[in-house]
């Protein structure tokens, strides 16, 4: 089984989105989920580990999160450039796999 | 830090295709190297990995017993084997390194 994510969040310009990600106590509960943001056309690229660290270059409007078994992805301050496929993911220690959410499609009106 | 899929192309259901991914920029036998895809319209799905040293590898539940996983040290290269090759196959594959660098990915249609 995979994480599950909403498939569609929609906000405004200069607005706040926080896209979530929920698991179990195998996965997101037991080390947490890095995200990817993946535009379209283009690789994915990763956002956080997941000890909710940000790579070099990652804008620091963007932030990750763990509560419990859920993860979540906050961007602040949305610009045009933040319309993209959002994917968390997380090893999961009862599968011993990797497993993905189905993706959160972020637009920004 | 650079990753370059190569091996894709269209095949027929039931054979089989070998995916390489060569490796530059970092110390290739310090990582651990990912294979994922992603079929056409649809979200990203893990393969497989393998660890630095080739010791241990992981799949997916839906590869598990088709495809295989491995790595040369020596060539900075890892590779995806693929037999029994389906329609549900036919995606981008691509190579990763810890999650925080991919290759370009590379299309494999399985198809008759």
């Known amino acids: 089984a995979g994480l599950t994510q909403p498939p569609s969040v929609s906000k405004d310009l200069g607005q706040t989105a926080t896209l979530a990600c929920a698991g179990n106590?195998?996965?997101?509960?037991?080390?947490?989920a890095a995200w990817l943001q993946q535009r379209q056309g283009h690789p994915p690229k990763l956002l956080f580990y997941r000890n909710n660290n940000r790579p070099s270059g990652i804008s620091d409007r963007l932030s990750a999160s763990r509560s419990g078994n859920t993860a979540s992805l906050t961007i602040t301050g949305l610009q045009p450039e933040d319309e993209a496929d959002y994917y968390c993911s997380a090893w999961d220690y009862g599968l011993s796999a990797w497993v993905f959410g189905g993706g959160t499609k972020l637009t920004v009106l | 830090v650079q990753l370059v899929e190569s091996g894709g192309g269209v095949v027929q259901p039931g054979r089989s295709l070998r995916l390489s991914c060569e490796a530059s920029?970092?110390?290739?036998?310090?990582?651990?190297l990912h294979w994922l895809r992603q079929a056409p319209g649809k979200g990203l799905e893990w393969v497989a990995v393998i660890t630095n040293d080739g010791s241990k590898k992981y799949y997916a539940e839906s590869v598990k017993g088709r495809f295989t996983i491995s790595r040369d040290n020596s060539k900075n290269t890892v590779y995806l084997q693929m037999n029994g090759l389906g329609v549900e196959d036919t995606a981008v594959y691509y190579c990763?390194?810890?999650?925080?660098?991919w290759g370009q990915g590379i299309l494999v249609t399985v198809s008759s």
């Open positions: 990763a390194k810890d999650f925080d660098d």
């Open positions: 920029g970092f110390i290739f036998s310090s990582h651990e």
């Open positions: 106590s195998d996965n997101v509960g037991a080390e947490g």
